[in-house]
């Protein structure tokens, strides 16, 4: 490759470049400073700010960065960089900085203040995999990244030493974690093996041939979609989430239900559409390689995911095990989205997701505060809390309520997209599934409605002071769930901007 | 058809909207001043929709007061509100309900009085829009906004059973309206291939919605449908209803019997049956028979509560049968008689909660057998019984006679049902409610004395009288000339009825008439 290449690929790479300093000046002041700790998280927030400056740039960028203009016949590379893209990034950075904040004030990260350097490191580390993830259109990167994320990501699962649960959960991930990328090595060997390439494009473009083995990419395509869906914790690839969300510091819980399953989705959604599209009608909809049905297959998985979820969630008792559950939930309403395959049901996606960022952010932050404050997240000690904690127990309602998805709350207009883009597709049963879905969920959600608001308190109301930060945190988080609710047009305009896929 | 903007609806809208926020700011120790406020928005609520009833043009088929504003462009979405005869009825009676619930719990609400009244605030502001609103997405973000302040009346100011019962209250409903928000999308979609954009607007609908396909139709007006169901409640969808009910604080129950029940019956004559036609008059004889069965059923089942409360709760599902009934027999007298039948459960089952609500908060018990005679100790307490469950009952020169007569008189002659059996069927329900209420009566106001204590009874207070007097003044005019409210509804109950007759796709045989 031409240095002049390299060189011209920097600029596509500058939010990458930005978190690589950060995370190294982390490194750095970390040995420097010794004791001093207070500088690691201000190194990292200004890392993801200056990241930050650089994806909006990407917003109207479109190209490849490590082009092979070697190939004649198509000018592709292994860094794709466009606005949908960019759209999951500023997801992520979104969740990076309110997790540094949230980390601010958990008692948990306090409590390992030595290892401090370690925490922000990691957290650097896995905000790179995640924006190398999102823009990955070799199969060499796809996996490389990924497991860049999955690597960061189990150590920061394991980060409360002391507690039992904690390392539990890292050994579960850890374990799940190498199967599921096996799997996805095994899958990216035969896709390898059948066309030559890691270049997603240039797959795509040898995969137009009628010779093709279906069988064979079928089970790779399978395979792929394995490692993947272990990261957005589709079932049935979804067992280790409950145990990791339960036993990682809440911090971690929130991060992973964020950031990390933006990163799987954007992955998936490329992957898909890159590999194994032929065409986009006028309407908008895909037009998919006949080899591999993947509507139905992501159909399937989507129904499987959120009934699953929805049904285990029943029977929590843990405010992060139910949130974990929750999330697998939202995980499958969102598969639903995507097994539309049309710009429509991509921007109800792009919506969806850029709504559960906060709902979902919110409501772990909240569950964080009060566990610093009563020490305990299971539902039998929220008793009560609506009474103890007003302002607590009335936001997190809020989230809860658009968790459930009720207008005139931003999670109902999440739904309502995604609904839409179902019935224009004509998959109405799906929609209507998804439907019933949400009625279970209703019960779980108002469990706890119920137990803070309906319940008698247990302990007599104690004074529980909410620092200026966390305050403001939570406007933050709450502002839009309400905003968006009443006025989405927004959102809905964001998104739009946000469905270009390089590629046909 | 007014086409300019007329804001008054949205003033209506915004009174206890804001009345509700301001009430955030008021110290929750000032208890009194919290309920004073709480009352006067809700009175002020009530003199804007006596304005906009003083300004109503009966003569005029379409909708008045129209004000529509683009929400959102991208699908379509406005925010879009007005009213016809049938909905300013609705309106009034929630506006008037609304103080009387209030002024009600004064002595009955205890704790957290700012939340209750907060609640009860808000869901006003979810009634009125449910009955103003000219939109499909607009009517479900009200439809579905006022769950949660129900959910939380029930919940935190119920009785024993309060927690069970407000979450199967919460589920049920729930339920129902997620299937209409699939057919309104469906609808939605539906439309965007005629007109070339998604729309939620119902007076476009109107015109798209008769041809949907047949198949389609019957799976959408089954979905609007059972959501409509659930909420009346339908016989066989009410077993919410009398855990609801019973565990509900009074202002709650008058609330629930006297308005949320109505927005089911509302939205059959204002959505199902326009939007649907074909289907709702396939749907009509099935439905028809339902409504009996919850007419009879509703009735034998309250004979035996020994709860009064419970009681009043079943007479309810009978009631409420008589208005789906009148409205699937679609003549003018029949949906004029449901219109006008919805008012009088809101009026009789109100004063029924709230004298039963009333009798509770000094004894603490709604047993019937523990009562009996005290029609010596408090007179005028049970003189007020008597008038309200003969209103109930429907005693001619009351209300409830003229609404069960105009029904069983349309569904008598209605072309679409075509079978007097109907008539007679739901005819014996006026007799079995007569029994259970006379004798509900009998029990507990006549006879012995059973318990000591009842002795030691006071009779209604001033304000007590003050709550019962303007709901009687109603149930004695509506019974007496009825025309003030019939003339109302009038032209727009035609409109309704040709919406769904004079259909291309309605096969009835009108010559049968």
């Given at each position: 490759?031409?240095?002049?290449?390299?060189?011209?690929?920097?600029?596509?790479?500058?939010?990458?470049?930005?978190?690589?300093?950060?995370?190294i000046?982390?490194?750095l002041?970390?040995?420097?400073?010794?004791?001093?700790?207070?500088?690691?998280?201000?190194?990292?927030?200004?890392?993801m700010?200056?990241?930050?400056?650089?994806?909006?740039?990407?917003?109207t960028?479109?190209?490849f960065?490590?082009?092979?203009?070697?190939?004649?016949?198509?000018?592709?590379?292994?860094?794709?960089?466009?606005?949908?893209?960019?759209?999951?990034k500023?997801?992520?950075?979104?969740?990076?900085?309110?997790?540094?904040?949230?980390?601010?004030?958990?008692?948990?990260?306090?409590?390992?203040?030595?290892?401090?350097?370690?925490?922000?490191t990691?957290?650097l580390?896995?905000v790179?995999g995640?924006?190398l993830m999102?823009?990955?259109?070799?199969?060499?990167?796809?996996?490389?990244?990924?497991?860049?994320?999955?690597?960061?990501?189990?150590?920061?699962?394991?980060?409360?030493?002391?507690?039992?649960?904690?390392?539990e959960?890292?050994?579960?991930?850890?374990?799940?974690?190498?199967?599921?990328?096996?799997?996805?090595?095994?899958?990216?060997?035969?896709?390898?093996?059948?066309?030559?390439?890691?270049?997603?494009?240039?797959?795509?473009?040898?995969?137009?041939a009628p010779?093709?083995?279906?069988?064979?990419?079928?089970?790779?395509?399978?395979?792929?979609f394995?490692?993947?869906?272990?990261?957005?914790?589709?079932?049935?690839?979804?067992?280790?989430?409950p145990?990791?969300?339960?036993?990682?510091?809440?911090?971690?819980?929130?991060?992973?239900?964020?950031?990390?399953?933006?990163?799987?989705?954007?992955?998936?959604?490329?992957?898909?559409?890159?590999?194994?599209?032929s065409?986009?009608?006028?309407?908008?909809?895909?037009?998919?390689?006949?080899?591999?049905?993947?509507?139905?297959?992501?159909?399937?998985?989507?129904?499987?995911?959120?009934?699953?979820?929805?049904?285990s969630?029943?029977?929590q008792?843990?405010?992060k095990?139910?949130?974990?559950y929750?999330?697998?939930?939202?995980?499958?309403y969102?598969?639903?989205?995507?097994?539309?395959?049309?710009?429509?049901?991509?921007?109800?996606?792009?919506?969806?997701?850029?709504?559960?960022?906060?709902?979902?952010?919110?409501?772990?932050?909240?569950?964080?505060?009060?566990?610093?404050?009563?020490g305990?997240e299971?539902?039998?000690?929220?008793?009560?809390?609506?009474?103890?904690?007003?302002?607590?127990?009335v936001?997190?309602?809020m989230?809860?309520?658009?968790?459930?998805?009720?207008?005139?709350?931003?999670?109902?207009?999440?739904?309502l997209?995604?609904?839409?883009?179902?019935?224009?597709?004509?998959m109405?049963?799906?929609?209507?599934?998804?439907?019933?879905n949400?009625?279970?969920?209703?019960?779980?959600?108002?469990?706890v409605?119920?137990?803070?608001?309906?319940?008698?308190?247990?302990?007599?109301?104690t004074?529980f002071?909410?620092s200026?930060?966390?305050?403001?945190?939570?406007?933050?988080?709450?502002?839009?769930?309400?905003?968006?609710?009443?006025?989405?047009?927004?959102?809905?305009?964001?998104?739009?901007?946000?469905?270009?896929?390089?590629g046909? | 058809?007014?086409?300019?903007?007329?804001?008054l609806?949205?003033?209506?809208?915004?009174?206890?909207?804001?009345?509700?926020?301001?009430?955030?700011?008021?110290n929750?120790?000032?208890?009194?001043?919290?309920?004073w406020?709480?009352?006067?928005?809700?009175?002020?609520?009530?003199?804007?929709?006596?304005?906009?009833?003083?300004?109503?043009?009966?003569?005029?088929?379409g909708f008045?007061?129209?004000?529509?504003?683009?929400?959102?462009?991208?699908?379509?979405?406005?925010?879009h509100?007005?009213?016809?005869?049938?909905?300013?009825?609705?309106?009034?009676?929630?506006?008037?309900?609304?103080p009387?619930?209030?002024?009600?719990?004064?002595?009955?609400?205890?704790?957290?009085?700012?939340?209750?009244?907060?609640?009860?605030?808000?869901l006003?502001?979810?009634?009125?829009?449910?009955?103003?609103?000219?939109?499909?997405?607009?009517?479900?973000?009200?439809?579905?906004?006022?769950?949660i302040?129900?959910?939380f009346?029930?919940?935190?100011w119920?009785?024993?059973?309060?927690?069970?019962?407000?979450?199967k209250?919460?589920?049920?409903?729930?339920?129902?309206?997620?299937?209409?928000?699939?057919?309104?999308?469906?609808?939605?979609v539906?439309?965007?291939?005629?007109?070339?954009?998604?729309?939620?607007?119902?007076?476009?609908?109107?015109?798209?919605g008769?041809?949907?396909?047949?198949?389609?139709q019957v799976?959408?007006?089954?979905?609007?449908?059972?959501?409509?169901?659930?909420?009346?409640?339908?016989?066989?969808?009410?077993?919410?209803?009398?855990?609801?009910?019973?565990?509900?604080?009074?202002?709650?129950?008058?609330?629930?019997?006297?308005?949320?029940?109505?927005?089911?019956?509302?939205?059959?004559?204002?959505?199902?049956?326009?939007?649907?036609?074909?289907?709702?008059?396939?749907?009509?004889p099935?439905?028809s028979v339902?409504?009996?069965?919850?007419?009879?059923?509703?009735?034998?089942?309250?004979?035996?509560?020994?709860?009064?409360?419970?009681l009043?709760?079943?007479?309810?599902?009978?009631?409420?049968?008589?208005?789906?009934?009148?409205?699937?027999a679609?003549?003018?007298?029949?949906?004029?008689?449901?219109?006008?039948?919805?008012?009088?459960?809101?009026?009789?089952?109100?004063?029924?909660?709230?004298?039963v609500g009333m009798?509770?908060?000094?004894?603490?018990?709604?047993e019937i057998?523990?009562?009996?005679?005290?029609a010596?100790?408090?007179p005028l307490?049970?003189?007020?019984?008597?008038f309200?469950?003969?209103?109930?009952?429907?005693?001619?020169?009351?209300?409830?006679?003229?609404?069960?007569?105009?029904?069983?008189?349309?569904?008598f002659?209605?072309?679409?049902?075509?079978?007097?059996?109907?008539?007679?069927?739901?005819?014996?329900?006026?007799?079995?409610?007569a029994?259970?209420?006379?004798?509900?009566?009998?029990?507990?106001?006549?006879?012995?004395?059973?318990?000591?204590?009842?002795?030691?009874?006071?009779d209604?207070?001033?304000?007590?009288?003050?709550?019962?007097?303007?709901?009687?003044?109603?149930?004695?005019?509506?019974?007496?000339?009825?025309g003030?409210?019939?003339?109302?509804?009038?032209?727009?109950?035609?409109?309704?009825?040709?919406?769904?007759?004079v259909?291309?796709?309605?096969?009835?045989?009108?010559?049968?008439?």
């Amino acid at each position: 490759m031409e240095f002049h290449s390299i060189l011209n690929s920097l600029t596509y790479l500058a939010p990458e470049i930005t978190v690589s300093a950060a995370l190294i000046l982390v490194v750095l002041f970390d040995l420097i400073l010794g004791k001093n700790k207070k500088a690691l998280p201000v190194i990292a927030l200004a890392g993801m700010v200056a990241a930050s400056f650089f994806v909006f740039q990407q917003m109207t960028f479109n190209g490849f960065a490590f082009s092979k203009v070697s190939q004649p016949w198509i000018n592709v590379g292994m860094i794709t960089v466009d606005s949908f893209g960019a759209f999951f990034k500023s997801i992520v950075i979104l969740a990076t900085v309110l997790v540094i904040f949230f980390s601010f004030s958990s008692e948990e990260i306090k409590k390992s203040f030595d290892r401090l350097g370690e925490y922000y490191t990691l957290v650097l580390g896995m905000v790179l995999g995640m924006f190398l993830m999102i823009s990955a259109s070799d199969l060499l990167l796809v996996y490389l990244s990924l497991e860049l994320v999955s690597l960061s990501s189990y150590v920061l699962a394991g980060f409360t030493k002391l507690r039992e649960r904690s390392s539990e959960a890292a050994l579960k991930y850890i374990i799940y974690g190498a199967v599921s990328s096996g799997l996805m090595l095994f899958g990216i060997s035969i896709l390898f093996g059948m066309t030559g390439s890691t270049n997603l494009y240039v797959i795509n473009s040898l995969l137009q041939a009628p010779n093709i083995n279906h069988l064979a990419l079928a089970f790779a395509g399978i395979l792929i979609f394995a490692g993947i869906g272990y990261k957005i914790s589709a079932a049935p690839f979804h067992f280790w989430t409950p145990d990791v969300y339960e036993g990682a510091p809440i911090t971690i819980t929130a991060f992973l239900s964020v950031a990390s399953k933006a990163a799987g989705f954007a992955l998936l959604i490329r992957f898909v559409k890159i590999t194994f599209i032929s065409g986009v009608a006028p309407s908008g909809h895909w037009q998919m390689i006949p080899a591999f049905p993947w509507k139905e297959f992501l159909i399937v998985i989507s129904i499987l995911t959120m009934t699953l979820g929805n049904f285990s969630a029943l029977w929590q008792t843990n405010l992060k095990r139910l949130l974990a559950y929750s999330s697998i939930a939202h995980a499958g309403y969102i598969l639903m989205g995507i097994a539309v395959l049309s710009n429509q049901g991509l921007i109800a996606v792009l919506i969806y997701f850029g709504i559960y960022a906060f709902m979902n952010l919110g409501a772990f932050f909240i569950v964080m505060l009060i566990a610093n404050k009563i020490g305990s997240e299971e539902l039998e000690d929220y008793k009560g809390l609506g009474y103890t904690m007003p302002f607590l127990g009335v936001t997190f309602g809020m989230f809860l309520v658009s968790l459930i998805g009720l207008p005139p709350s931003a999670g109902f207009i999440g739904k309502l997209y995604l609904f839409i883009a179902l019935v224009d597709a004509k998959m109405i049963v799906v929609a209507v599934i998804a439907l019933l879905n949400t009625v279970v969920s209703l019960y779980y959600y108002i469990k706890v409605l119920r137990e803070m608001f309906l319940a008698k308190p247990a302990s007599p109301s104690t004074a529980f002071k909410l620092s200026p930060l966390s305050l403001i945190l939570i406007i933050v988080m709450l502002a839009p769930v309400v905003i968006f609710g009443v006025y989405f047009n927004p959102i809905v305009e964001f998104a739009k901007g946000c469905v270009t896929i390089l590629g046909l | 058809m007014y086409m300019e903007n007329n804001f008054l609806l949205t003033y209506l809208l915004l009174i206890p909207l804001l009345g509700s926020l301001l009430l955030l700011f008021i110290n929750k120790e000032k208890e009194s001043l919290i309920r004073w406020a709480g009352f006067g928005i809700a009175l002020l609520a009530f003199i804007l929709s006596l304005v906009i009833y003083l300004r109503f043009d009966p003569g005029q088929s379409g909708f008045q007061f129209v004000n529509k504003i683009t929400w959102i462009s991208k699908i379509n979405v406005s925010y879009h509100v007005g009213i016809d005869g049938i909905s300013i009825l609705l309106i009034l009676l929630t506006t008037f309900l609304t103080p009387i619930t209030l002024f009600s719990s004064w002595k009955s609400i205890k704790k957290k009085v700012k939340e209750f009244t907060f609640f009860m605030l808000l869901l006003e502001v979810g009634m009125i829009g449910v009955f103003v609103s000219l939109d499909l997405f607009l009517f479900y973000v009200f439809w579905e906004a006022m769950l949660i302040p129900m959910y939380f009346i029930i919940g935190i100011w119920g009785g024993e059973q309060r927690i069970y019962a407000s979450v199967k209250f919460f589920i049920y409903t729930m339920f129902g309206s997620l299937l209409m928000l699939v057919s309104i999308i469906w609808l939605g979609v539906y439309a965007a291939s005629f007109t070339g954009t998604f729309t939620t607007n119902l007076l476009d609908l109107y015109k798209i919605g008769p041809g949907v396909p047949h198949q389609i139709q019957v799976f959408m007006f089954l979905s609007f449908f059972i959501s409509f169901a659930i909420k009346v409640p339908l016989f066989p969808f009410h077993t919410w209803l009398p855990d609801a009910h019973v565990q509900a604080p009074t202002a709650g129950s008058v609330i629930l019997a006297g308005v949320l029940l109505k927005m089911g019956t509302y939205g059959i004559i204002r959505f199902c049956l326009p939007l649907f036609p074909q289907s709702a008059t396939e749907f009509a004889p099935v439905i028809s028979v339902l409504a009996i069965i919850g007419i009879i059923y509703g009735a034998l089942v309250a004979m035996v509560q020994k709860d009064m409360k419970k009681l009043v709760a079943y007479s309810s599902v009978s009631h409420l049968g008589f208005v789906v009934l009148g409205i699937f027999a679609m003549t003018t007298e029949a949906v004029q008689g449901s219109v006008i039948q919805m008012v009088n459960h809101g009026l009789s089952t109100g004063a029924l909660f709230l004298l039963v609500g009333m009798i509770y908060d000094r004894t603490h018990t709604r047993e019937i057998s523990n009562y009996g005679g005290i029609a010596k100790i408090i007179p005028l307490f049970s003189f007020a019984l008597m008038f309200a469950s003969l209103s109930s009952m429907g005693l001619p020169g009351l209300n409830g006679f003229v609404g069960e007569f105009l029904i069983l008189l349309g569904s008598f002659k209605s072309p679409v049902l075509n079978s007097w059996a109907y008539t007679i069927f739901a005819a014996s329900g006026v007799i079995f409610a007569a029994v259970y209420l006379l004798w509900m009566y009998q029990r507990v106001v006549f006879g012995e004395v059973k318990h000591q204590n009842l002795f030691s009874l006071k009779d209604l207070e001033k304000r007590e009288i003050a709550i019962l007097i303007p709901i009687f003044i109603f149930i004695l005019w509506i019974g007496i000339y009825p025309g003030t409210f019939l003339k109302l509804s009038e032209k727009s109950t035609n409109t309704v009825i040709q919406q769904v007759l004079v259909n291309p796709n309605t096969d009835v045989k009108v010559a049968k008439q």
